[in-house]
């Protein structure tokens, strides 16, 4: 064994099943799906999206912090109150605290308006807050200003894996002993009009009319995905710590592997030489081989060609046939939030032995050998990978072993 | 009761001008309205430089008064920053 071995001790969720990690949990093991139109796409080629619902930023942060923030933002502070409830903040070595969250754009609602103010108004009218708000490295920055975490601060994009990057980056930071603790998630809050219009050009999204079976990963009949937003924040010490200070461990990272295709700028390499690599990296770390894994929260978009990519390097790694879901199904894609979400996910599938439904799976597509859970399943896992990839061909799989 | 009426409320220093800040200063700043007095600083009410170029801006655009950001920046207090406000638009009439 390589010896990473990171305690997950806090989970905070804000997903288009709800704010909180009880909500979100509930919606993806329910399995149905949260899309649904959405009024500010209206006009646009493609109208449905995975918003998050009942969001009061006022109500849940305070109108005068609320007012500086952008959604993004918001969303990752309010994952990262629920992440730190039941910690003694207090009685830790602030300096030794690190924060690092994966985002794919930042604060791009906030650009987006202000772009709209320059054309009405001119360069005067143009918020003096506008960079404050979009700037992606803001997110970490505004979470240290809340809790007064002063050791490494930093923001990590690698589009649709940005999430998952961060976590692995946090363990690595950790395993180095540059920190003591790290908050690591992901966010994204991309439900805007020019990020729509592109994903919708790109040909990436469902366009489906019914919003409720429109992201459907794995099935047959999938033609793309169904955009979502949301943040995941993990509270991550050394495993030996945590058992040393006595404290409560969901789960453990036990292995990360980071690969690049080096293919395409969106496709997937049709080999997935870079998945396989991760996973491979993953596993290596985790000082495990492939009949170990007795799940996966697939990446499982619900587009084509990811999930042929992957569901084929899975069947071929993992002939064993660990049980694998996409809860993408459930919350659509929360493109930077996605791979924190799921890893999320993850660990509460490991902590409750309990692997989530694939929403929508019909018919699995034939072309994958693939054992694809459809309904809520009582399983024992021991070991887990959570899989996310990203635009541009990055690559990220975590480990999440049992505590 | 309205607070730009009475020799009471006027001899506290809240005038009409005084109400028109504190509403900006409650709808676009979000700052609390009970924090809001006309001895209270910038610092009791946490204003920084970004507040002043945003309380510039809406002074400009919504109310026709052109104040730079630094000059309300300059000001230490709510009262201070009434007077400044009276005086520029005594100047424009």
């Known amino acids: 064994m390589t010896g990473l071995d990171i305690a997950v001790t806090g989970l905070g969720l804000v997903t288009p099943g709800g704010v909180g990690v009880e909500a979100g949990w509930a919606a993806v093991r329910a399995g149905r799906s949260t899309a649904a139109h959405d009024p500010v796409l209206a006009g646009h080629e493609v109208t449905i999206s995975c918003r998050v619902p009942d969001f009061d930023a006022d109500a849940l942060l305070g109108a005068r912090r609320a007012v500086r923030l952008d959604r993004f933002t918001r969303l990752a502070l309010v994952a990262a109150r629920e992440a730190v409830a039941g910690e003694d903040l207090a009685g830790w070595d602030a300096a030794r605290v690190g924060v690092v969250i994966g985002t794919s754009a930042g604060g791009v609602e906030t650009f987006e308006r202000q772009h709209g103010v320059l054309l009405a108004d001119g360069p005067t009218g143009v918020s003096p807050l506008v960079l404050p708000m979009h700037l992606p490295n803001m997110v970490a920055g505004q979470l240290a200003i809340e809790f007064g975490f002063r050791g490494p601060n930093l923001v990590v994009s690698t589009a649709c894996a940005s999430g998952a990057t961060a976590i692995g980056v946090a363990c690595d930071l950790l395993a180095a002993r540059r920190c003591d603790v790290v908050l690591a998630g992901g966010v994204d809050a991309l439900l805007t009009p020019v990020t729509m219009a592109g994903f919708a050009r790109m040909g990436a999204l469902s366009r489906r009319d019914d919003p409720a079976t429109a992201s459907r990963p794995f099935d047959v009949d999938r033609d793309g995905f169904v955009a979502g937003e949301g943040a995941a924040v993990l509270v991550l010490r050394r495993a030996e710590d945590a058992r040393a200070d006595r404290r409560r461990v969901r789960a453990r990272v036990v292995g990360y592997g980071a690969t690049a295709d080096a293919h395409h700028i969106t496709n997937p390499d049709p080999e997935g030489r870079g998945v396989i690599a991760a996973t491979k990296a993953a596993l290596a770390d985790a000082g495990a081989s492939a009949p170990d894994v007795d799940h996966v929260n697939a990446h499982g978009t619900s587009t084509q060609l990811n999930d042929l990519v992957e569901g084929r390097v899975l069947a071929e790694l993992l002939p064993s046939g660990p049980l694998v879901t996409s809860t993408k199904g459930v919350t659509g894609h929360m493109l930077g939030a996605a791979g924190a979400a799921e890893a999320v996910f993850t660990v509460l599938a490991v902590e409750q032995g309990l692997v989530p439904p694939t929403a929508n799976l019909a018919t699995l597509d034939p072309r994958l050998d693939l054992d694809v859970a459809t309904s809520a399943v009582p399983r024992e896992i021991d070991l887990a990978l959570s899989n996310s990839f990203g635009f541009g061909g990055q690559n990220a799989v975590l480990a999440i072993a049992k505590a | ?93």
């Open chain 2, 1 to 93: 009761m309205r607070f730009d009426g009475g020799e009471e409320s006027r001899e506290r220093g809240e005038t009409a001008v005084y109400e028109t800040l504190k509403k900006i200063l409650v709808d676009t700043l979000k700052v609390e309205p009970e924090q809001i007095t006309p001895e209270a600083t910038k610092d009791d009410l946490d204003l920084d430089s970004l507040a002043f170029v945003e309380l510039s801006m809406v002074l400009g655009k919504e109310h026709g008064l052109h104040i730079s950001d630094d000059e309300l920046f300059d000001m230490e207090t709510v009262g201070d920053i009434v007077a400044l406000m009276e005086e520029r638009a005594g100047d424009r009439s």
